[in-house]
């Protein structure tokens, strides 16, 4: 299986702030990356895919970057509805894989 | 608009048996491989199985945890994608998510979930 390991697995900043959490598999995984963000009680929503293709109606301030193991998801202006976990996922191979989650917070 | 709802979600006993539901409308059942992804309270998000399209002749694929006690089936017809949970156990006790595909094999859009409780 390929794991899915983020960091860090929380974090506090200011608004206005640029966030930056990272993704790291435990195999190349190429390009077949997501990232989803849930907020408190809803479903998870989908960020970003193929490691830095924004996803339709998802705002600019999001991007995604990196390819083979190690992969970035950067917030920009941070606010307090970016309030929530971000999740990344690998479907490069089954078992289909989540990292552990990153909580962002305020402070 | 894409919407897929989930339904069927409750309290069972250890060992027993569940079914849950999710209608799909605006877009093609028939076209998109589907998926079911859990998330116990609390935890982070698990990938539960997946049943592909028409034209991949419907074939499935399951995570460990709970190959040989769960089968994803789908109805074009009707519309529906199902998830059948034998043998239950409390770990199964998760939020049950119903998710479509994209065409590049991405989770596209979610259901606002389903709870199952796996209590006695």
């Known amino acids: 299986d390929i794991q899915m390991t983020q960091s860090p697995s929380s974090l506090s900043a200011f608004v206005g702030d640029r966030v930056t959490i990272t993704c790291r598999a435990s195999?190349?995984?190429?390009?077949?990356l997501a990232w989803f963000q849930q907020k408190p009680g809803k479903a998870p929503k989908c960020l970003i895919y193929?490691?830095?293709r924004l996803q339709s109606g998802v705002p600019s301030k999001f991007s995604g970057s990196g390819s083979g193991t190690d992969f970035t998801l950067t917030i920009n202006s941070l606010q307090p509805e970016d309030i929530a976990t971000y999740y990344c996922?690998?479907?490069?191979?089954?078992?289909?894989?989540f990292g552990g989650g990153t909580k962002v917070e305020i402070k | 608009e894409v919407q897929v709802v989930e339904s069927g979600g409750g309290l069972v006993q250890p060992g027993g048996s569940l079914r849950l539901s999710c209608a799909a409308s605006?877009?093609?059942?028939?076209?998109?491989?589907m998926d079911w992804v859990r998330q116990a309270p609390g935890k982070g998000l698990e990938w539960v199985g997946r049943?592909?399209?028409?034209?991949?002749?419907?074939?499935?694929e399951y995570a460990a945890s709970v190959k040989g006690r769960f089968t994803i089936s789908r109805d074009d017809s009707k519309k529906s994608l199902y998830l059948q949970m034998n043998s239950l156990k409390t770990e199964d006790t998760a939020v049950y998510y119903c998710?479509?595909?994209?065409?590049?094999?991405?989770?596209?859009?979610w259901g606002q979930g389903t709870l199952v409780t796996v209590s006695s």
């Open positions: 049943t592909r399209n028409k034209a991949n002749s419907y074939t499935t």
């Open positions: 996922q690998q479907y490069k191979s089954y078992p289909l894989t």
């Open positions: 195999q190349g995984i190429s390009s077949s």
């Open positions: 605006g877009f093609t059942l028939s076209d998109h491989y």
């Open positions: 998710v479509r595909v994209a065409a590049d094999y991405y989770f596209d859009y």
């Open positions: 193929a490691a830095s």
